[in-house]
């Protein structure tokens, strides 16, 4: 009771951040750090054996290993027939050395040929790992797509990811807020993606530093669950610590009867309990922006940042620095539409879902690439290309001259070796565009699957709207 009034305090309303933040706070630090529980760990073979190697150097042991988990997927080979080897010299150590790491410690490993095997970000909700509330993290800075589930994900370093195993909790320091509600509709073709890009080109590539970042709004609500996935993905390209989506019946519809996820009365205590996740009202924010949904068209990114996004028909802005102009080879005022591509690329774990493959699919089928045009689709998970398979989509990508991959990372970067000639102009669904990500000297637009399906046919930069 507050004191001299005879009513009952009222709970400070609160964002979906401070309710999970809270719920899992151990101790309290000054400076608004805290001492976190973490729940769940993911692992991958680039950075998986370092830490773990050297958490059994020390002499201590993973705390609980049925809450770690492990995957090849950075730079295992997506070719067909694929083995340890990788295309990236000595990668075959970092596969086999994690695999040997994760069995000593009795951590679940989606080894290269396993049927669970793919990217993190698309097995962990795939297989109902990641459920809303829970704390995760992994040494990606991707890891925010999990937080489309409603839970609070984000990326860590090597060094925490050992102590996080050792102990169950992780040292962080308290963010801001940040809410970014997507009023209105979206238009058709329009996608998650071009929404992502559309916000990071009106805010800057650093607008979301030091916020967990909350998407809220009608446009975001109507979004399927890969859609959402999508829309937090790149929150990391925005400089967010994560980005987050109170989970909804659309979340628990998707989620319920997934391995990991709760069965059973565990499960309907699990979504009574789910259904408080969410901002309640009068909770404040740090910062807000609005967007409107029915505003946004097909966006194309430009330069060698997310930031530098256009819409598909529009033209290079004037101002940037020389450098970028001359890395991408584009000349301010220059319409990006009908620029010449080398090569289309369908993958990653920003779009490389069943979902995403329907959209590019859909375009494609009864056309061909352009002459010229190396094609690849890598879906995101082995689930991902059974799926795909029984419904015919692999078919209508080889088809039309795309080649038809394994899973994993594949040619968002670098790091596992393959890439495209240095000088390459490549259209492609991942979520960086910075110079030499896909290869020395590539230039590289990101944009979603639907612009880069159709770009592939024409043989440059095209609009996808209009295309039956």
Known sequence: MTPGCGRPTLPEPRTLFAKIWDAHVIAPLGDDGAILAIDRIFLH????????????????????????????????????GRTDQTLMPGGQAFITETRA?????????????????????????????????????????HSCTQGALGALAWGIGSSEAEHAMATGTLRMK????????????????????????????????????GHAIEFAGGAVEALSMEGRMTLCNMATEFAAMTGMIAPDQTCFDWLKGRRYA?????????????????????????????????SIAPMVSWGTSPEHSI???GTVPQGSSPQVHDYIGLAPGQPVSGVPIDAAFIGSCTNARLSDLRVAAAILKGRKVAKGVKALCVPGS???????????????????????????????????????????????TTNRNFEGRQGPGVRTHIASPATVAASALAGCIADPRGIA
């Open 382 to 428: 082995m689930q991902v290309r059974r799926d795909a398979e029984a419904e015919g989509l692999d078919k209508i990508f080889i088809e039309a001259g795309f080649e038809w991959r394994m899973s994993g990372c594949s040619l968002c970067f670098y790091a596992g070796g393959e890439g495209f000639p240095s000088g390459a102009r490549v259209i492609s």
């Open 262 to 294: 709760p069965s059973g009365a565990m499960w309907d205590r699990a979504v009574a309990s789910w259904r408080s996740l969410r901002t309640d009202a009068g909770a404040r924010f740090d910062r807000e922006i609005y967007m409107d949904a029915a």
């Open 45 to 80: 073979e680039r950075t998986g054996a370092a830490a773990l190697n050297a958490l059994a150097e020390a002499g201590r042991k993973v705390a609980d290993p049925s809450r770690v988990f492990a995957v090849t997927d950075h730079i295992v080979d997506t070719r067909p």
């Open 101 to 141: 790491a994760t069995k000593a410690a009795g951590i679940r490993l989606f080894d290269v040929n396993d049927p669970d095997q793919g990217i993190v970000h698309v097995i962990s909700p795939e297989l109902g790992i990641v459920l809303p509330g829970v704390t995760l993290i992994a040494p990606d800075s």
């Open 174 to 209: 308290r963010p801001s807020t940040m809410r970014v509600t997507f009023d209105g509709r979206l238009a058709p073709v329009v996608s998650p993606k071009d929404m992502i890009l559309a916000l990071i080109a009106a805010h800057g590539a650093g607008g979301g530093a």
């Open 311 to 313: 819409p598909v028909d």
